[in-house]
């Protein structure tokens, strides 16, 4: 046996690793980030990681929109505009960031579909999909408070008409009115406010709920969608693992996406219409496409029901894991459930279309 020890150079890169791993145990931190196994009949369709993506995309653009964009309604639409003509390749940020919202809130209501029809929020994890609906909450506010934004008169107006519905929250509506707009009226108070929540309360809060989500997801590995949590055998496990294999699927479908997102942008960018102007109404005022069923829902029944559904629906799918008690996951098993969930979502749907046309 050749015991010699041959003394090869270290890198730079190297010797830096080594050095840090000495002071912090890096590498055992990553082993036990990496080295863990996904389930042979996990199908997550990669959507969380999708979401995830979407939203590295929506903040790298968004930082990058920030260095021009002014906050103010005499400056706000004027910047957009200068954003779209003069900057290079401004247009395909902006658009980007427009299109990747839209992606976002897709994958990510596609990713709750998901976890929902497998049963993946059941027992041990409940609190990971409490979390999931709040990052749900975070991406449509995004989607809200970024509409106003370019201060044109489609922003303006679809934001006075959605803020309006706050109104009719029996008791505090006209607190909750005055606190969203900054005054009875959409104005700069409110574009000030919808730019501070939209760069700022936003992205930290879905950073930390986001962060808190990955953990637990790490610790309790991928659900089963063939067997509840309790009956998986420890001799079944380990699966597929996660570092390099399901990684590098996961890396290929944000390429798509990628792919996807840079050619919407480039052959749809978006628009602008004319600048915001309070005295003068359009003639239709519809919100975006994900608020659509909600606004033909306000349509159908009186305006007190169609703002306390919702209000009464929201802690109803947060606590869906605490009230839906059977242990079950296979759909055959759980009929009733899936029926509720694919009824909700038809109706949805339905509203969505019939708000579209309308
Ligand atoms: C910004 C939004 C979100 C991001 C970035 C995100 C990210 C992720 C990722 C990366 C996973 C790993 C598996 C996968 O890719 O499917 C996951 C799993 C999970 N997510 Fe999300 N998620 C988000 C929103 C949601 C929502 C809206 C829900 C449900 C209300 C949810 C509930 C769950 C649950 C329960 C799991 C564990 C599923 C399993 O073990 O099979 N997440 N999430």
């Known amino acids: ?138 991406t449509l506010g995004f989607g809200f408070t970024g509409y106003l934004l370019p201060w044109d008169q489609r922003a303006f107006w679809a934001t006075t008409v959605g803020t309006e519905s706050a109104g009719a929250v029996p008791v505090i ?46 610790q309790h590995g991928l659900a089963n969608p063939k067997k509840p949590a309790g009956q998986v055998k420890p001799d079944e496990e380990p699966g597929i693992p996660f570092f390099p294999h399901y990684i590098l699927d996961e890396a290929i479908a944000w390429y798509i996406v990628l792919a996807v997102l840079v050619i919407l942008a480039s052959l749809f960018p978006a628009g602008l219409e004319a600048k915001a102007n309070p005295l003068e109404t359009p003639a239709h005022i519809k919100p975006e496409w994900y608020f659509l069923s909600l606004y033909q829902f306000l349509k159908l029944v009186p305006r007190t029901v169609g703002v306390l559904t919702p209000v009464a629906a929201a802690p109803l799918l947060i606590l869906l894991p605490f009230l839906d008690r059977n242990p079950e996951v296979a759909p055959a098993k759980r009929p009733r459930m899936i029926a509720a969930g694919v009824l909700l979502l038809l109706a949805i749907t339905i509203l969505t279309v019939w708000g579209h046309f309308s």
């Not at 009226?185 to 809060?205: A, C, K, Q």
């Open 173 to 218: 509506g006209d607190f909750l009115l005055n606190f969203i707009r900054g005054g009875a009226t959409v104005s700069d108070v409110t574009l000030t406010r919808f730019f501070g929540i939209h760069t700022l309360v936003l992205p930290v809060s879905l950073a930390a709920v986001l962060l808190v989500h990955i953990v637990l997801i790490h």
């Open 1 to 138: 046996m050749n015991d010699q020890v041959i003394d090869r150079p270290t890198s730079l890169a190297q010797r830096v690793i080594d050095w840090m791993d000495e002071r912090y145990e890096l590498r055992s931190l990553l082993d036990a980030m990496l080295h863990v196994y996904v389930p042979r009949e996990a199908k997550t369709f990669y959507l969380g990681g999708i979401t995830l993506f979407l939203f590295f995309m929506q903040a790298s653009s968004g930082i990058l929109l920030t260095l021009y964009y002014q906050p103010t309604p005499d400056t706000a639409y004027n910047s957009v505009l200068f954003i779209t003509s003069d900057v290079s390749f401004g247009w395909l940020i902006r658009s980007v960031h427009a299109w990747g919202a839209n992606l976002m809130i897709v994958a990510c209501v596609l990713h709750l579909l998901r976890v929902f029809f497998q049963g993946a929020y059941k027992r041990p994890r409940e609190i990971t999909w409490v979390l999931g609906v709040f990052l749900l909450f975070i």
